[in-house]
């Protein structure tokens, strides 16, 4: 099914609005009138449009924010949690490491160990560049990674 | 300079409004605006910068068949296309004059590591960056 062109200038329109605002909540009613889409199609056509639905989108740009926060400031990871648009940290805990395969404090370390030489790339072309490439979801990746360890030891078995 | 970048063009859905935009909110002016039956040679350029000119096209024929033109107006409106800069002196004073000129800003300016940028995108979906160097900056 071919999108036509307004269509997804319109949709563009939603996925540059959770851009500007990451940590924001983005009901679908308020996407889809950013859009003029029904929200009952919003979803769905997003999705068609840029690969992933829209709250999933949202996630990558939240985690790629904490990660840049985590990796530029000082600030505490609660403070970064909430910055970010999280209620709480146990959540923005545990989808960081679904997502990143480590903890925020591990990211922070990590991120000071290596001084890359950022300065060529715009910084604002360089946070989307370093967004999260989140192709399955958050829990399906959890799921996968406990199949992945369950599965292991099973093959030691002779 | 004798050598160096004289065309860079993006894809635009309708080449009037391009020019409305471009030359009316902008403030680019237009430097060739040529016609060769159904195609039209489009470009312009910065006021500060006429050495480079900024082509306005049409995906179609001859250049592109049908199916292909419709697929580049649908990426360019995606937001596909790769990101476009420009420098500017003054990143907020920018961006306030251009606002109120009614253009579409997707990036309120931020600062960061001494220098200010901020983004907007074109009635096609192309999008563009905007940034202050830090003024001790040699060019």
Same mark, same amino acid.
């Given at each position: 099914?071919? @999108? ?18 990451? =940590? ?35 996630? %990558? ?7 840049? /926060? /985590? ?11 909430? @910055? %970010? ?12 490491? =679904? ?33 999260? =490439? ?9 799921? @996968? ?14 | &300079? !004798?050598?160096?970048?004289? $065309? ?14 471009? $030359? ?11 016609? !060769? ?5 489009? +470009? #312009? ?6 050495? #480079? ?14 199916? *292909? ?6 990426? $360019?409106?995606?937001?596909? &296309?790769?990101?476009? #800069? &420009? ?6 004073? +920018? ?10 800003? #997707? ?18 979906? !192309?999008?563009?960056? &905007? ?6 900056? *040699?060019?």
């Amino acid at each position: 099914m071919n @999108q036509s062109p307004e269509l997804l200038r319109r949709l563009l329109r939603a996925k540059d609005r959770m851009d500007a605002h990451p =940590d924001r909540d983005w009901p679908v009613e308020r996407l889809a009138g950013i859009s003029a889409v029904s929200p009952a199609h919003f979803a769905r056509a997003f999705k068609l449009a840029f690969g992933l639905p829209p709250h999933r989108y949202l996630l %990558t740009r939240r985690i790629e924010r904490a990660a840049a /926060l /985590l990796r530029d400031t000082d600030a505490a990871i609660i403070d970064i949690a909430l @910055q %970010t648009g999280w209620t709480s940290i146990g959540t923005f805990g545990r989808i960081f490491r =679904d997502i990143t395969g480590e903890s925020p404090g591990e990211c922070r370390r990590r991120a000071r160990e290596v001084p890359a030489p950022r300065n060529l790339i715009p910084e604002c072309v360089l946070r989307a560049v370093e967004r999260p =490439d989140l192709k399955t979801a958050v829990l399906e990746k959890r799921r @996968q990674a406990v199949e992945a360890t369950l599965a292991a030891p099973a093959k030691e078995v002779p | &300079m !004798n050598q160096g970048i004289e $065309v860079i063009g993006v894809y635009v859905r309708d080449q009037d409004e391009a020019v409305d935009f471009y $030359v009316g909110k902008l403030g680019f002016r237009v430097q060739a605006d040529v016609r !060769n039956g159904d195609y039209r040679w489009l +470009t #312009v350029q910065h006021p500060d910068q006429p050495s #480079v000119q900024l082509g306005l096209f049409r995906p179609g024929p001859p250049v592109h068949d049908a199916a *292909t033109a419709d697929a580049l107006d649908r990426l $360019v409106a995606k937001g596909a &296309m790769p990101p476009l #800069v &420009m420098k500017v002196g003054d990143c907020r004073a +920018t961006y306030e004059a251009l606002s109120a000129q009614g253009v579409e800003f #997707v990036q309120e300016p931020i600062s960061r590591y001494g220098q200010v940028d901020a983004g907007f995108r074109d009635p096609s979906g !192309n999008g563009w960056k &905007m940034i202050e160097r830090p003024h001790k900056e *040699t060019p």
